[in-house]
């Protein structure tokens, strides 16, 4: 064959081929695979918009212009954040703040870094301390602590843990009521005090308790700074304020003996008898009583007498013991053996027939005062429930109802009572915070209170216990000793307001 001719037949051969292969793809929409070969695959023809045609484009976005596969990274959210998981929870960090009432808080944060909230609370007691005089002009105080312990042993466990009382004696000096507390607290494991006596004596510890974060509750003395919750919140009384108190024995001046009354005044020569005398003194010239004489005497005196004849030189139309202990009782008796005869009014402190009136007898009549709680010796109370309740009581612990001040020391261990038990039922139960709070919310008819009187506080709001009272006169006779009532129950309850206030 000619070379063109092979030319010619060979172009033939290439035609027919495509034209196969165009009518294949028309025909049956389909390719045929072509016979695999050892040479590498050739990379992918561009398409009609100059693009390759890649394996497994990535997803198209579907309407709402997520993809299906794989997950997207967040999108960012309306203000330009994105979608992260949620954090896990930041843990509580608990409040060192105790409300206390009025604004007056605890902050557990100033405490010291040793303190122990649960000090004194054990699996199976609740620990206490006192210090009080058992020697010395007010030793007939001293027994209080005893009648708390008392009080406890009758009504039982609280809480299922006993309460124990520790006290020491500090014969009414403050020096020593220091070094008491100072040392019950390094060895005697306490959740706090209750009940230490003395102005001076609760002032000489009061900074060192409140510092350190320790209870210091039900003190026995009515100076107004006790209800100062604002700047120390770990400090309570017990008694009416001596402003109350004074304030009482104006109005009472006023309405016996009218305007252009005198008066003479015995106190005793430390921070109470001052808060007496600065009260009673305020209160008298709005009453216009005329206050003519004044005598500080020594707390440590031997007697009071020599004093009171100096006074008795001012026949004054009243004479105000503005002291305590054994001087009301030495007063009494001195005036009754002067010409003089005065009214005689004598702090709620010497309420206590059995343990101040009764050595003196008659000498005692007619003095007044303002009572607040009741006294097992005073025998027109014979047929009241409390009076029976602490009478048998005391007399099944084998301790003289009449004698000293047990008696008293039930009338506090009713207050701890119903403050321990309201402690207990707080978050965490009895601890030094839970009972701060418990008694400055403290709110209950008290038993031992005349008529029964409200207990109760609020913290800066209503920072004083007692508020009610009544002025009574003693009465003695051949049927023994009694109050008998001058005037119906006062009540000033929520009006004392706070300290300095």
């Given at each position: 064959?000619?070379?063109?001719l ?6 033939l ?5 495509v034209?196969t292969?165009c009518?294949n793809?028309?025909d049956?929409?389909?390719?045929t695979t ?12 561009p ?7 890649e394996?497994a ?5 579907d309407?709402?212009g997520?993809?299906?596969?794989p997950?997207?990274a967040p ?8 979608d992260e998981?949620?954090?896990a ?10 409300e206390?009432g009025?604004g007056?808080?605890i902050?557990m944060?100033?405490?010291p870094?040793?303190w122990d909230n ?8 609740i ?8 020697s010395?002009?007010l ?5 209080i ?14 809480d ?7 006290s020491?004696?500090?014969a ?5 009521t220091?070094?008491?507390v100072e ?8 959740l ?6 003395g102005?001076?004596n609760n002032?000489?510890v009061?900074?060192t308790?409140?510092e350190?974060c ?5 003190n026995?003395?009515g100076?107004?700074e006790?209800?100062d919750?604002?700047?120390?919140p770990?400090?309570t009384g ?5 402003d109350?108190?004074?304030f009482?024995?104006c109005r009472h001046?006023?309405d016996e003996?009218g305007?252009g ?7 005793l020569?430390?921070?109470a008898?001052?808060a ?6 305020n ?8 206050v ?10 031997d ?7 100096t006074?008795a030189?001012s026949?004054?139309d009243?004479l105000?013991v503005?002291?305590?202990?054994a001087?009301?009782?030495q007063a009494v ?10 009214l ?8 206590r027939?059995a343990?101040f009136w009764?050595p003196?007898g008659p000498l ?12 097992l010796?005073d025998?027109?109370?014979?047929d009241?429930e409390?009076?029976?309740f ?8 084998g301790?003289?109802?009449d004698?000293?001040s047990?008696?008293l020391g039930?009338i ?11 402690a207990?039922?707080m978050?965490?139960?009895i601890?030094?915070t839970?009972?701060m ?20 506080m609020?913290?800066a ?8 009272g009544r002025i009574?006169e003693l009465?003695?006779d051949?049927?023994g ?5 001058i005037?119906?129950i006062?009540?000033f ?6 300290y300095g206030q």
């Amino acid at each position: 064959m000619s070379k063109s001719l092979r030319i010619l037949f060979g172009l033939l051969v290439v035609f027919a081929l495509v034209a196969t292969s165009c009518g294949n793809d028309d025909d049956s929409g389909t390719t045929t695979t072509p016979a695999a070969t050892d040479e590498p695959a050739p990379a992918p023809a561009p398409d009609d918009d100059g693009d390759t045609d890649e394996p497994a484009p990535a997803p198209e976005p579907d309407s709402d212009g997520d993809t299906e596969e794989p997950a997207p990274a967040p999108e960012p959210d309306s203000d330009g954040d994105t979608d992260e998981p949620a954090p896990a929870p930041e843990p509580e960090v608990p409040s060192t703040i105790v409300e206390l009432g009025g604004g007056a808080v605890i902050d557990m944060a100033e405490c010291p870094e040793e303190w122990d909230n649960y000090a004194g609370v054990t699996d199976d007691e609740i620990r206490l301390g006192s210090s009080l005089p058992r020697s010395g002009a007010l030793a007939g105080f001293g027994t209080i602590a005893d009648g708390i312990q008392l009080y406890f042993d009758y009504v039982g466990p609280i809480d299922g843990r006993s309460v124990v009382v520790v006290s020491r004696d500090d014969a009414y000096v403050p020096a020593r009521t220091v070094t008491n507390v100072e040392e019950m607290i390094d060895v005697e494991n306490l959740l706090g005090f209750a009940g230490i006596l003395g102005s001076p004596n609760n002032l000489a510890v009061r900074d060192t308790l409140n510092e350190n974060c320790i209870p210091q509750l039900l003190n026995l003395t009515g100076l107004p700074e006790w209800g100062d919750p604002t700047n120390y919140p770990w400090t309570t009384g017990a008694l009416m304020s001596y402003d109350t108190e004074a304030f009482v024995w104006c109005r009472h001046i006023a309405d016996e003996l009218g305007a252009g009354a005198t008066a003479a005044v015995l106190a005793l020569g430390n921070d109470a008898g001052e808060a007496w005398r600065v009260a009673f003194n305020n209160c008298a010239a709005d009453a216009g009583i005329e206050v003519v004489d004044e005598v500080k005497h020594d707390p440590q005196a031997d007697s009071v007498g020599a004093d009171v004849i100096t006074l008795a030189a001012s026949n004054a139309d009243v004479l105000v013991v503005a002291s305590s202990g054994a001087f009301c009782p030495q007063a009494v008796a001195t005036v009754a053996s002067l010409p003089w005869e005065p009214l005689t009014l004598v702090t709620n402190g010497c309420q206590r027939i059995a343990l101040f009136w009764v050595p003196i007898g008659p000498l005692a009549n007619g003095i007044r005062l303002v009572n607040n709680q009741k006294d097992l010796s005073d025998a027109s109370l014979a047929d009241d429930e409390w009076v029976q309740f602490v009478r048998s009581a005391l007399e099944e612990q084998g301790v003289d109802p009449d004698a000293e001040s047990h008696a008293l020391g039930y009338i506090f261990g009713e207050v701890l009572h119903e403050v321990l038990m309201d402690a207990a039922e707080m978050d965490g139960g009895i601890n030094r915070t839970n009972v701060m709070r418990a008694m400055w919310q403290v709110d209950f008819e008290s038993r031992g209170a005349l008529g029964n009187a409200l207990r109760t506080m609020d913290g800066a709001n209503d920072s004083y216990m007692v508020e009610t009272g009544r002025i009574e006169e003693l009465v003695v006779d051949a049927d023994g000793a009694y109050y008998r009532p001058i005037s119906d129950i006062i009540s000033f309850e929520g009006e004392t307001g706070t300290y300095g206030q």
